[in-house]
């Protein structure tokens, strides 16, 4: 999957010191401001931009699909190269 990224943004301002779990605090910083900040710092870096203009988020709701969407990014190298649209230009 050389042409896309994949992440998992995790943001919470404290923990349930119970459970370990993160708590309903307000995040410090919303999510188009760190994808903002990533683009920004990675384009100064190379000099130059790969980024697309938008970006596609979801906010995971469960524990249950946290591990299905992990399990996706794991793989998704794997379906990269099994793709019929993949056409070996990256190899």
């Known amino acids: 999957m050389p042409d896309h990224i994949h992440m998992i943004l995790f943001i919470s301002d404290f923990y349930d010191e119970m459970t370990g779990r993160p708590g309903a605090a307000s995040p410090t910083k919303s999510v188009p401001l ?3 900040g990533l683009k920004t710092i990675s384009t100064k870096q190379i000099g130059y931009s790969v980024w697309q203009r938008s970006y596609h988020d979801h906010i995971i709701r469960s524990e249950k699909e946290l591990l299905h969407i992990y399990d996706y990014i794991d ?7 099994n793709n019929i649209f993949n056409q070996n230009i990256w190899r």
């Open 34 to 36: 760190i994808i903002n």
């Open 75 to 81: 793989n998704n190298p794997i379906n990269w190269a």
